[in-house]
Nanobody, 119 residues
Framework: VQLQASGGGSVRTGGSLSLSCTISASGLTIFAVGWYRQAPGQQREQVALVYSTGLITYADDVKGRFTVSRDNAKNTVYLQMNSLKREDTAVYYC??????????????WGQGTQVTVSS
């Protein structure tokens, strides 16, 4: 299983960025794909989660600003980030949680992509 995240960069406050996570998950039944972030000196936190059912949840501080979407044909999940704030600065990771052929659940992480928001 491989997760390839991309799309990070630097932007001014109020700007937008779009992240993508392409998942190669042969043999894994994915339950959910999530976006997480980790700011310097902080714990990794969940930003958004999209379940295989289509249900999407967001952290309170990104609701209304961030939008998750997915393209099943491309095995890609996107995170559109609008109205970015300085406190959104972090390394963003995508995660896939699912069931392997051995009926054991697994967590897989992408490599992380830096998002920097400056005033």
């Amino acid at each position: 299983v491989q997760l390839q995240a991309s799309g990070g960069g630097s932007v001014r406050t109020g700007g937008s960025l779009s992240l993508s996570c392409t998942i190669s998950a042969s043999g894994l039944t994915i339950f959910a794909v999530g976006w997480y972030r980790q700011a310097p000196g902080q714990q990794r936190e969940q930003v958004a989660l999209v379940y295989s059912t289509g249900l999407i949840t967001y952290a309170d501080d990104v609701k209304g600003r961030f939008t998750v979407s997915r393209d099943n044909a491309k095995n890609t999940v996107y995170l559109q980030m609008n109205s970015l704030k300085r406190e959104d600065t972090a390394v963003y990771y995508c995660n896939a949680y699912g069931l392997g052929p051995d009926l054991i659940t697994y967590d897989y992480w992408g490599q992380g992509t830096q998002v920097t928001v400056s005033s």
